[in-house]
């Protein structure tokens, strides 16, 4: 494949002009609105195209919907022309989008209006070879990405693209997809490269097909199963040199496939000794992962590599990407601190009188001390407050 095929000079330019014609933008969005002549809802924007877009991540299919089931506040309004060709969109909130259409060519420039304000957000660009997306160019005026696909017998085979940001060198990465005898999409793996799409050893697993049968329920509890299969090994390696007040379970609540299955991180006494010290938001600090990772360092913490338990996690957290829910997780991270608290206790490890396995938010967003109340006994989280840690 050449690479450099998709990166085309004439191409940045011309995507980057629309960011120098304010001037220009309401003349799109008068324009798009002529060439109008039947409007359309759905639940989601219909001109956007990204291959696996679903599978990448997650959500539910875009579907068109009857007028009077469609919600403005949260769907959107397509113009189609006579042709049947998208060329604006509305909504939801202060977003538009016109699409501007040429021979093997379709440029969507994203617009945010309020009143008479109207302001860029980014230009996004498709284009066709024999009727097929080849490449796509995504500007956001100081940053942006520019993709080309790779085919083969009909298939997609690889989408590599080049990430750039003003001020920064640029960086490479592919997604190479993988198909079964039936042409049916198994495996999503993100790789990345060098410029010229040479691996550089760096890969994560980022799709795998449901099997068949499997749902929600059953997935959930195979990964609740694996991490309690693995906690005892992990346990073992934890330093005995002294006493743990915590042992948290760490999730990242925006984005749950960055850490999914969770990793370990746990909290010495000489660590929350420090924090009572200095006296600053001290239940801030005693329960909030990336500080106590940022004092402790990273051989206090640990990171799951079992495959099968990634695996099962990569299919858990699709699940609930597609039903844009991570309920389930919660309920596995519940269900996991006791169980986990017991074993920690068994282990013989160090620990303080008021040890507290507990689940957190790995980045501080959440408060974690409201899921810790509920998980705890009356006595245990009566100690703790009288102690001022919570």
């Known amino acids: 494949m050449e690479h450099a095929n998709c990166m085309i000079n004439d191409e940045a330019i011309f995507l980057n002009s629309f960011f120098d014609k304010k001037n220009s933008w309401e003349k799109l969005r008068e324009e798009a609105r002529s060439q109008a002549v039947t409007w359309r809802w759905a639940t989601e924007s219909m001109a956007f195209e990204t291959p696996f877009a679903r599978e990448l991540y997650g959500g539910s299919i875009p579907r068109w919907l009857a007028d009077d089931r469609a919600n403005p506040k949260s769907h959107v309004r397509h113009g189609l022309d006579a042709q049947d060709r998208i060329v604006i969109e509305c909504g939801p909130g202060t977003r538009e989008t016109v699409w501007l259409h040429e021979p093997e060519r379709r440029t969507g420039v994203q617009l945010y209006v309020h009143n008479d304000d109207v302001n860029i957000g980014s230009v996004t660009q498709y284009c066709y070879q024999d009727g097929r997306l080849a490449a796509d160019h995504l500007h956001m005026g100081y940053r942006g990405s520019d993709t080309c696909m790779e085919y083969e017998d009909g298939r997609l085979l690889r989408s590599f693209s080049r990430h750039?940001?003003?001020?920064?060198?640029?960086?490479?990465?592919?997604?190479?997809?993988?198909?079964?005898?039936?042409?049916?999409?198994?495996?999503?793996v993100l790789q990345y490269t060098d410029a010229q799409g040479q691996p550089t050893g760096q890969e994560r697993l980022t799709y795998l097909r449901l099997p068949k049968g499997e749902t929600l329920a059953t997935v959930e509890a195979r990964v609740q199963s694996l991490f309690i299969?693995?906690?005892?090994?992990?346990?073992?390696?934890?330093?005995?040199?002294?006493?743990?007040?915590?042992?948290?379970?760490?999730?990242?609540?925006?984005?749950?496939?960055a850490a999914w299955p969770p990793f370990l991180v746990w909290?010495?006494?000489?660590?929350?000794?420090?924090?009572?010290?200095?006296?600053?938001?001290?239940?801030?600090?005693?329960?909030?992962?990336?500080?106590?990772?940022d004092v402790q360092g990273e051989g206090?913490?640990?990171?799951?590599?079992?495959r099968e338990l990634r695996e099962a996690c990569l299919l858990h957290a699709q699940l609930m990407n597609m039903k844009q829910s991570n309920a389930s997780a919660m309920r596995v991270l519940k269900q996991l601190a006791p169980q986990i608290h017991r074993m920690a206790k068994q282990a013989g490890l160090p620990l303080t009188d008021d040890?507290?396995?507990?689940?957190?938010?790995?980045?501080?967003?959440?408060?974690?001390?409201?899921?810790?109340?509920?998980?705890?006994?009356?006595?245990?989280?009566?100690?703790?407050?009288?102690?001022?840690?919570?």
């Open 300 to 306: 206090h913490e640990y990171w799951f590599d079992d």
């Open 355 to 390: 040890f507290v396995v507990a689940y957190a938010d790995n980045t501080g967003e959440v408060n974690p001390l409201k899921a810790m109340k509920s998980g705890l006994d009356a006595e245990s989280w009566a100690l703790l407050k009288q102690r001022g840690y919570v």
């Open 229 to 257: 299969q693995a906690i005892p090994t992990t346990l073992d390696n934890i330093p005995q040199d002294e006493k743990l007040y915590c042992l948290l379970l760490c999730y990242t609540h925006e984005d749950l496939g």
């Open 267 to 293: 909290g010495r006494e000489s660590y929350r000794q420090s924090v009572v010290e200095r006296g600053e938001d001290v239940p801030y600090y005693l329960w909030a992962p990336d500080e106590i990772r």
């Open 164 to 188: 750039w940001q003003e001020g920064d060198e640029p960086w490479f990465s592919q997604y190479v997809f993988s198909y079964d005898t039936q042409d049916q999409l198994e495996r999503i």
